[in-house]
């Protein structure tokens, strides 16, 4: 396939770390039928209309654009794997540019793609850069902008070269909370002790953590008000020694179940908890299925994985784009009814969690997509929200 060299700012960034992508996209899900939003809000999509398609005979250049870097097992191994999907089934020429977490490389490289005659469409991900793209967008407006993981307010400015999505990420990290605090409270599983006590660990402090962690306190209430949990904020999402270190203090202080939301950090939680005999919960991509060929101890140490199909996102991204069906100038909002979100249910899992309570998980999700049980989201919400639901779940 052909590929644009990947240059970065004056910086050459090596394309040997795409062979570290842990995971392979599924990429066979049609695409979703989406909840178009404007935050978390619905908009009125019919008086939208997508733009029209490229023409057959162009070359689309596609420019992937992550925050961090490829290798972390999870949210940017998933994005890079839905832009090699697409390359091969759509013949765009993607590049991929990773910034390694560097925040002022987040805007000159967003500039420099905007600004690349052979670059169509600008794909970036997450909340710490909705403002540059809000800024940067309305400069080029025959560019083409998405941002994934993020909505954008679209009465900044003129942003109708922009389309964004978010993830009900609250939704599938209610059941989390659920089966940990049900997990948590099982009687002669030797991974679990009398505490009662669940854990979360995130990379940063932000708006769409604390949708997870949101989400992961009310399950956790829903199914045991009398569980209890520690939160920790590792400051990064690069850091595994510190993830890992973070991830023994929770389990010394009772933790036997303990949710990582940190991409590369994140790493180190699992690793935690593989050494400490107690479950961890992965994310974005099933981590058990990443690691059962490679480190089956670490594999089985993982009880479920709260996974956004990051992959089918930017591939289903592209292909709209492609056949001209993406719908710049709104945002729209995937949850566990789209099948965007969801928790892992692999044979872990099925070996782990008993009968009654995988039962309980199946219907409690049934309930959740039929709006029988609403869960809160924190975006777009006071501050408050969530500071209170930390006050009610600790210690």
């Not at 989390?176 to 979360?200: P, T, W």
């Not at 991509?285 to 060929?293: G, V």
């Not at 892992?344 to 409690?364: C, F, G, H, R, S």
Request: net charge negative; proline share 3%.
């Amino acid at each position: 396939m052909k590929r644009k060299t990947l240059v970065t700012i004056g910086l050459v960034i090596a394309m040997a770390a795409s062979a570290l992508a842990g995971c392979g996209s599924s990429g066979e899900k049609e695409p979703a039928e989406t909840e178009t939003s404007q935050g978390q809000e619905e908009t009125d999509t019919e008086e939208k209309e997508a733009d029209a398609a490229p023409a057959a005979d162009e070359e689309i250049g596609v420019a992937l654009i992550v925050n961090g870097t490829i290798g972390d097992k999870s949210f940017n191994d998933l994005a890079y794997a839905g832009l090699q999907k697409a390359e091969q089934d759509f013949g765009v020429v993607g590049t991929l540019v990773e910034n390694n977490y560097d925040t002022t490389k987040y805007e000159p490289s967003i500039i420099e793609f905007a600004e690349d005659p052979d670059c169509d469409i600008l794909i970036v991900n997450s909340a710490d850069v909705k403002e540059i793209i809000e800024k940067v967008a309305p400069d080029y407006p025959d560019k083409k902008f998405v941002i994934y993981d993020s909505d954008i307010n679209y009465s900044a400015a003129d942003l109708s070269n922009v389309y964004s999505v978010t993830f009900k990420q609250n939704e599938a990290s209610f059941l989390a909370g659920a089966l940990g605090a049900k997990m948590s409270s099982l009687e002669g599983d030797e991974h679990v002790n009398a505490e009662k006590v669940i854990g979360f660990i995130a990379g940063g402090d932000n708006v769409i953590i604390n949708d997870f962690l949101l989400g992961y306190i009310e399950g956790c209430e829903y199914a045991d008000p009398e569980t209890r949990m520690l939160i920790s904020y590792i400051g990064n999402f690069s850091d595994a020694a510190k993830g890992k270190e973070m991830c023994l203090s929770q389990i010394n202080q009772g933790a036997d179940v303990v949710f990582q939301v940190a991409a590369g950090a994140g790493l180190g939680v699992l690793e935690g908890c593989k050494e400490s005999g107690v479950y961890a919960i992965g994310v974005d991509d099933d981590q058990y299925s990443l690691f059962k060929d490679t480190d089956p101890e670490q594999a089985e140490a993982v009880l479920t994985s709260v996974m956004k199909s990051v992959d089918n996102c930017v591939y289903n991204i592209i292909e709209r784009y492609v056949d001209g069906t993406l719908p710049f100038g709104e945002t729209e909002a995937l949850g566990l009814k789209e099948g965007m979100v969801s928790i892992a249910k692999n044979e872990n899992y099925e070996k782990i969690v008993p009968t009654d309570i995988q039962e309980y998980m199946t219907d409690l999700e049934e309930k959740i997509v039929n709006g029988e049980v609403k869960v809160n989201t924190n975006i777009g919400a006071e501050i408050s929200v969530i500071e209170d639901a930390k006050n009610r779940i600790k210690p």
